[in-house]
């Protein structure tokens, strides 16, 4: 069948477009061109208006904390030299040090067992594609694990002896990652296993077996467990289904806690024994979030969003009894972020609609309660911040959706268009 002139010329046009436009590369600086961010930079503020803006930024939260081993140190992100960087501070609302410096963006992960050594990530010029570093817990220079050009290096975890870290690194295929360990005392490292798809490690076992998450997409996923012995993969949740799924180990051998939505509209929480589900988050129209137990294998902490609002329980990872974790009236989102490696102690953030986040910490032993990093917040008083209600809509059928709603405290010149 012969083309008529105009598709011809259609023809000829995707042709050339194709052979001039480059590739895709993948996230970062580097997938955009130059002209394409010139066209889309944001435009110069006028002096006054720039300044009220800046003091809005400057309102600033701690990131996550990660207590030391012996809880008398915590580190953490904090962006308060306006690039992300990893500081240190030696009790309750000391004077925070510190750690890292310069202008790349850059977060702890993790601390050794023993307390001695850092895990560090670092982006070079907001790449987005990240190098694992290890820095000494009291300071000094990065020690390099993997940085590559174009490459992204994700922290997994260390073993609970200290002598390894896992990571995984899209070094070998770009679109799919190949893990690794990295001994510490020698630098060496050894290439794990290599899967095609989106795989990451949720546990591990002393034994070096690893429980791992394949995402299939946002809303399904599959749990498998590899076994270093074997060198084998063996699926255990999600296989040929359209679930949600994701697991730990539980305190007890032959035990998982599952996170799933497979057998309700939310997502719930179940102890996996035999292939039998157990829940153990109640029933209700909210999700469980996240959930997560600490290494000593004694508390399990789960976050429920109910309708907005994030709230944290714990459990006995034994028993699976509740047990009360501390309160915060006031708070819109309280968080359990880490804990100590013996279990004893629990970092909690804590957030409000007139305060950014805090980190807390909270003793099991003593059940003493205290703030460890407070937020920045020069040059405004968030007391008079307007705070935002929970509201609802109806649907064209009639179901009710969720908002929140934020109105002026005074009226007044309104800017917005």
Not at 34 to 43: C, G, H, I, V
Not at 102 to 112: C, H, K, L, M, Q
Not at 379 to 400: C, H, I, M, W
Request: hydrophobic residues 35%; glycine residues 8%.
């Amino acid at each position: 069948m012969k083309l008529a002139p105009l598709a011809l010329l259609i023809c000829a046009t995707l042709t050339t477009q194709a052979a001039d436009t480059p590739s895709y590369q993948g996230l970062g600086a580097d997938s955009i061109s130059p002209e394409t961010l010139e066209t889309f930079r944001a435009k110069t503020l006028a002096p006054d208006l720039s300044r009220k803006v800046q003091r809005m930024l400057d309102l600033r939260g701690p990131g996550a904390g990660i207590l030391s081993p012996d809880g008398k140190a915590m580190y953490y992100g904090w962006r308060v030299t306006g690039t992300a960087q990893v500081w240190r501070v030696d009790g309750p609302e000391r004077f925070p040090m510190q750690m890292t410096g310069g202008e790349d963006a850059t977060a702890v992960r993790d601390i050794s067992p023993d307390g001695k050594w850092l895990f560090i990530s670092r982006d070079r010029k907001g790449e987005e594609n990240p190098g694992l570093y290890l820095q000494a817990a009291n300071g000094g220079e990065l020690k390099l694990i993997q940085h590559l050009p174009g490459i992204q290096t994700f922290f997994e975890f260390v073993s609970d002896d200290g002598r390894y870290v896992y990571y995984r690194s899209n070094d070998e295929v770009r679109d799919s990652y190949t893990f690794y360990r990295y001994e510490l005392a020698s630098g060496k490292k050894e290439k794990l296993f290599a899967q095609k798809g989106s795989w990451n490690i949720v546990d591990h076992r002393a034994d070096g077996t690893l429980l791992l998450q394949k995402s299939l997409s946002n809303v399904v996923s599959e749990v498998w467990e590899w076994s270093p012995l074997k060198g084998e993969f063996r699926p255990l949740l999600g296989k040929d289904e359209s679930e949600d799924y994701s697991a730990q180990y539980g305190a007890t051998p032959g035990e998982l806690i599952v996170q799933t939505s497979k057998f309700d509209d939310a997502r719930r929480l179940y102890k996996l024994v035999d292939g039998k589900f157990s829940p153990l988050s109640p029933a209700q129209k909210w999700d469980v979030a996240s959930f997560s137990l600490d290494r000593a294998r004694q508390k399990l902490y789960y976050a429920v969003n109910e309708a907005g609002y994030t709230k944290s329980y714990a459990l006995d990872a034994k028993t699976l009894k509740p047990l009360k974790l501390p309160t915060f009236p006031d708070a819109d989102h309280v968080m359990v972020l880490n804990s100590t490696q013996d279990g004893r102690r629990v970092v909690m953030g804590v957030e409000s609609a007139s305060q950014p986040n805090s980190n807390y910490v909270f003793d099991w032993k003593t059940h003493q309660l205290a703030r460890w990093i407070a937020p920045s917040m020069p040059e405004v008083d968030t007391s008079k911040f307007s705070v935002a209600k929970l509201e609802s809509y109806p649907s064209r059928d009639g179901q009710q959706i969720p908002m929140f709603v934020q109105r002026p405290t005074h009226c007044g010149p309104n800017p917005a268009r």
